[in-house]
T-cell receptor, first 113, second 113 residues
């Protein structure tokens, strides 16, 4: 079985500041890792995913995440926050084989003007 | 190309009433999923399907039934609604299991009084 832990249910950053959303995973098999974003009153959409190719994964809207096996982490970053980044972000993990996708509890990102 | 659509968008039920949520996808995906989203709990898998005519239980299946009679449709039924089923329901589909990106519908907000 696998799981993800997202540290911080709410994160606030100033516009133009670094965005860092933390995700740690637990998996007994090589993981596939995902970040999804949910804008208000919408469904989730994929930001980026790691599937055992490059450890630094670039996604949409300037986001990226680095897979660190030694730390079992997949933190999401963006160098400069924009007002349009305000949303809820979900980290998710599945595993090679028959593992289903498991979501974290989400982090709500607020951008301060 | 509409992606994943859900019907209805909103619904209010009284305890004991029944209803069916409809999910449709036009991407020819084999895999389809039903999730519920509750504050602070992320997304939890209710049921899923790995192909036409197949269904399987997820993490929180009690009180729900599903059917996948056609590849493009996945129905979620509540036979006797309870207040604990008040939630936002999301349907998703994917091309492959595990590493496959899941594409989400816009959600159905259900309130059970």
């Amino acid at each position: 079985a696998q799981s993800v832990t997202q540290l911080g249910s709410h994160v606030s950053v100033s516009e133009g500041a670094l965005v860092l959303l933390r995700c740690n995973y637990s998996s007994s098999v090589p993981p596939y890792l995902f970040w999804y974003v949910q804008y208000p009153n919408q469904g989730l959409q994929l930001l980026l995913k790691y599937t055992s190719a490059a450890t630094l994964v670039k996604g949409i809207n300037g986001f990226e995440a680095e897979f660190k096996k030694s730390e079992t982490s997949f933190h999401l970053t963006k160098p400069s926050a924009h007002m349009s980044d305000a949303a809820e972000y979900f980290c998710a993990v599945s595993g090679a084989g028959n593992e289903k996708l498991t979501f974290g509890t989400g982090t709500r990102l607020t951008i301060i003007p | 190309n509409a992606g994943v659509t859900q019907t209805p968008k909103f619904r209010v039920l009284k305890t004991g009433q029944s209803m069916t949520l409809l999910c449709a996808q036009d991407m020819n995906h084999e895999y389809m999923y039903w999730y519920r989203q509750d504050p602070g709990m992320g997304l939890r898998l209710i049921h899923y399907s790995v192909g036409e005519g197949t269904t399987a239980k997820g993490e929180v299946p009690d009180g729900y039934n599903v059917s996948r009679l056609k590849k493009q449709n996945f129905l979620l039924g509540l036979e006797s609604a309870a207040p604990s089923q008040t939630s936002v329901y999301f349907c998703a589909s994917s091309y492959s299991w595990g590493e496959g990106t899941q594409y989400f519908g816009p959600g159905t907000r259900l309130t059970v009084l």
